[in-house]
């Protein structure tokens, strides 16, 4: 990647590894009959960014009966920004069923200018 800072490779660096290992991580537990979540935000539109939902493992694991993808605002669980995100759920519906009870079936319900921007904050 052209013009980026070192630090930035680094910050790429360890967040691959990270992610390689949650994955290695979920399909282990999907294999052995465990339950596992794993959040992250729904797909950045931002240049620059690749959305991790969109690599083809995620595929993969939405073959299993086992596997439940969920998006959601993140206000209909008391946080203070609307915070639009995804949960892969393995063998976890009782999450999925308490969210969905939340808002606007785990939507945000509460109105135009409720929440303040969290657009720049990481």
């Known amino acids: 990647m052209p013009q980026v800072s070192c630090r ?10 990270l992610l390689l290992a949650t994955l290695w991580l979920a399909t282990e537990l ?8 794993l ?10 960014h690749m959305p991790i939902w969109s690599l083809p493992i995620f595929d993969r694991f ?3 009966p086992a596997v439940q ?12 920004i609307v915070g639009p995100t ?7 519906p009782e ?5 969905k009870k939340r808002g606007h079936h785990g939507r945000c319900n509460h ?8 657009r720049g904050k990481n």
């Open 30 to 37: 999907l294999l052995a009959g465990g339950c596992f979540a």
């Open 95 to 99: 999450v999925a069923t308490a969210i």
């Open 39 to 48: 959040e992250h935000p729904i797909d950045s539109k931002r240049e620059g």
């Open 69 to 80: 993808f969920l998006d959601f605002d993140q206000c209909v669980t008391e946080q203070a």
């Open 8 to 17: 930035f490779h680094e910050q790429l660096q360890v967040g691959s590894e």
């Open 62 to 64: 939405k073959q299993s």
């Open 86 to 92: 995804t949960l892969m759920l393995v063998r976890l």
């Open 111 to 118: 109105g135009y200018g409720a929440h303040t921007s969290s």
